[in-house]
């Protein structure tokens, strides 16, 4: 049964009275238009207004604030009165081409979960991407195929607002440790707790990266992962005082630089590169991300590393770049060897092309 020609009451003040005629074939496919009387000097013009040009039009009768309020209350009503199935949409837009409305559908941001537009995130900070590229001679990077790229790894993850809060840890880890490190000064920081939540902002992205680099969810990866991507997503935001687990920050410039067996690749995976992952090394289940000079490990399972204590961030200390650490349960330099091999192996291809 085709549905009558109705038309909706949507606002009315002394000023503007706009209706939606709505169900009429017109011409171009639309099956609705809007009538609008504006009252001017007490005289009442009155227009007939097609979906593309609603928006600009009144913005032009009535000017933008007004418009923007008046389209804050009726939106909801011509959605409902167009049987649009809202779900998860959130924004309206006209398509211009076809002379319609087009609902916009938005994800919903990974940290705040509101649905936003979102921002291509990296998951490694762009300052150190940024430093690699600066002070290389072709002026490129390499990823962990080995392979000469303009840019790390980005997802749409996170919002504009989101994305200017884990900026702010960004910019604390890279004046306070990464630059003057990166330069060649000894660097011992008294920091606060900007520094840990630096490190479990880049973490958390790691782990928010698994189902889509892995084809699998969270939970069919690990339900640890998913417990704590939950904890650091209530740090990140305020929820909760300090996250479930421990994060470690290790410096990784070490006598095994001197090693000439080992020191080309060594140096390449430690200061020259950047990588990240989820592993699982010596019965620790962690997630992991490695920065020029620095190495951070959040581990899921168990919850903490025996013998690091010393790398250990908490809310606020002091940082030293030497620290003792005591690799009988966990040798992270190991770990680190067996990503060398395989980029000597990778390196090794490269020349035969």
Known sequence: MEKKISNILLFKNDKVRIEMIYNQPLEHGTTYYFRVSINKNKKFSNFEIEPYEFYP????????????????????????????????????????????????????????????????????PKFATKWIKNTSKTGKMRDLDYKRIQDSLKFPLLCENCEQRISKFEKYFAEMIFYPTVNLNRNDVNYDERLLKFIVSVNWRVINTIPMLMKKSLKEVSHHLVECEKNWRDYLNGSIYKPLSSHYLIHTKCELDKIEEIKKSWQFLTQRSVAHSYDNFKGVDFVWCQLPFYLIISPVNPLSIEGYHQCLIQEKGLYKEECTINLEKFDFMRFLLFKIDYYNQEIQKSKLK
């Open 57 to 124: 039009k009144l913005e032009e009768y009535l000017g933008t604030e007004i418009v923007k309020e008046i389209w804050t209350l009726i939106r909801p009503k011509i959605i409902e009165n167009l049987d649009i199935d809202l779900g998860n949409f959130v924004k309206t837009k006209f398509d211009f081409n076809k002379k319609v409305f087009k609902i916009f559908e938005y994800p919903k941001c990974a940290l705040c979960y509101e649905p936003k537009d979102l921002k291509s995130s990296h998951i490694v």
